[in-house]
C-alpha cells in the first residue's frame, strides 16, 4: 500500500545474495537478536556468582525458577519441566528479543540500496511470516518429539490412529487435523499482533512524528511481551496435551 509517502510493505525486502541465497532485511534483523542473546549468554556466565549470588543475578534466578515452578504445576512432573524448560525458554527470550529490538535506533529508519530501490536494512523480525512459520514447525517438532519420548510412540500414534470403532477414528482424525491447525495458529498469532503493531506506529509517525507514536510505542513494548509469553505458553500447553494418555485426556 503506498500513498503520499506512506508505504506499507508485508513481505520482507531482498538486501542481497550470499552464495545465491537471498538475504531480507527480517534475516539479518534476526542474526542480529541471536547475535545479543548469544553476547548477554557470555557475559551472564562470566559474572556468575555460585556461593553467594546477590543484585540482579538473584532477581534472574528468581524470575527462572518460577518459571520452572509454573512449568512443573502444569506437566505434573519436574524432570519433564526440565527438560523443556531451556527450549521454551530460549524460544521465548528469541521472540520477546526480536520484538523490542523493533524500538532500537536504525531499525526501519537505516536504508539499504538492493540495486532497484532503497529498503530498510533492518525489520523487526515477526513481521515476517516466514520467521513465525518457522518457530512454529519447530515448536510443533519439539511437543511432537516430546509426546512419542513421554508415552511411547505406539501410544501416541494411537492418538490419531484408532480402529477400533468409527467414532474412535473419526476423534484421531480431528487429533491430527487441530495438530497441523497449530501450525497456522503459531504463526499467525504472533505475526498478524507484530506486524498490526508495526502498521499503527507507521502511520502514527506519519501524522505526527515527534510525540503521537511515544504511547503506542510503549503498548507494543507489553505487546511484544505479551506475544513471546503467550507462544511459550501454548508450546507448553501442547507438551501436556502431547504427554498426556489418550485414555486419560478423554
Known amino acids: 500500500?503506498?500513498?503520499?509517502?506512506l508505504e506499507i510493505v508485508i513481505t520482507p525486502e531482498h538486501l542481497f545474495d550470499v552464495f545465491g541465497m537471498p538475504v531480507t532485511n527480517t534475516l539479518v534483523a534476526s542474526l542480529g537478536a541471536v547475535?545479543?542473546?548469544?553476547?548477554?549468554?557470555?557475559?551472564?556466565?562470566r559474572k556468575l556468582v555460585f556461593a553467594s549470588p546477590r543484585g540482579i543475578q538473584n532477581v534472574v534466578e528468581l524470575v527462572m525458577e518460577s518459571a520452572l515452578g509454573v512449568m512443573e504445576e502444569v506437566l505434573g512432573d519436574r524432570k519433564l519441566a526440565m527438560k523443556v524448560f531451556p527450549?521454551?525458554?530460549?524460544?521465548?527470550?528469541?521472540?520477546?528479543t526480536a520484538n523490542w529490538m523493533e524500538f532500537?535506533?536504525?531499525?526501519?529508519?537505516?536504508t539499504f540500496f538492493n540495486g532497484e530501490h532503497t529498503v530498510p536494512f533492518l525489520r523487526s523480525v515477526n513481521t515476517d511470516l516466514n520467521v513465525t512459520i518457522a518457530l512454529s514447525v519447530i515448536a510443533v517438532i519439539m511437543v511432537q518429539t516430546m509426546g512419542v519420548a513421554v508415552i511411547g510412540g505406539w501410544n501416541y500414534a494411537k492418538k490419531f490412529v484408532n480402529l477400533k470403532s468409527p467414532l474412535l477414528f473419526f476423534i484421531g482424525l480431528i487429533e491430527a487435523i487441530s495438530e497441523a491447525a497449530r501450525l497456522v495458529s503459531f504463526s499467525f498469532r504472533l505475526f498478524g499482533n507484530i506486524f498490526a503493531g508495526e502498521v499503527l506506529i507507521l502511520v502514527m509517525s506519519y501524522f505526527m512524528p515527534l510525540f503521537l507514536p511515544v504511547p503506542f510505542m510503549l503498548f507494543e513494548v507489553m505487546v511484544g511481551l505479551i506475544q513471546a509469553t503467550i507462544f511459550a505458553?501454548?508450546?507448553?500447553?501442547f507438551v501436556k496435551v502431547a504427554t498426556t494418555h489418550h485414555e486419560e485426556a478423554h
Not at 500500500?1 to 509517502?5: A, L, Y
Open 1 to 5: 500500500m503506498e500513498g503520499k509517502g
Open 104 to 110: 532500537l535506533p536504525g531499525v526501519g529508519s537505516v
Open 35 to 45: 547475535a545479543v542473546l548469544v553476547a548477554l549468554a557470555f557475559v551472564a556466565r
Open 87 to 96: 527450549f521454551i525458554v530460549t524460544v521465548f527470550l528469541f521472540v520477546v
Open 233 to 237: 505458553g501454548l508450546m507448553l500447553i
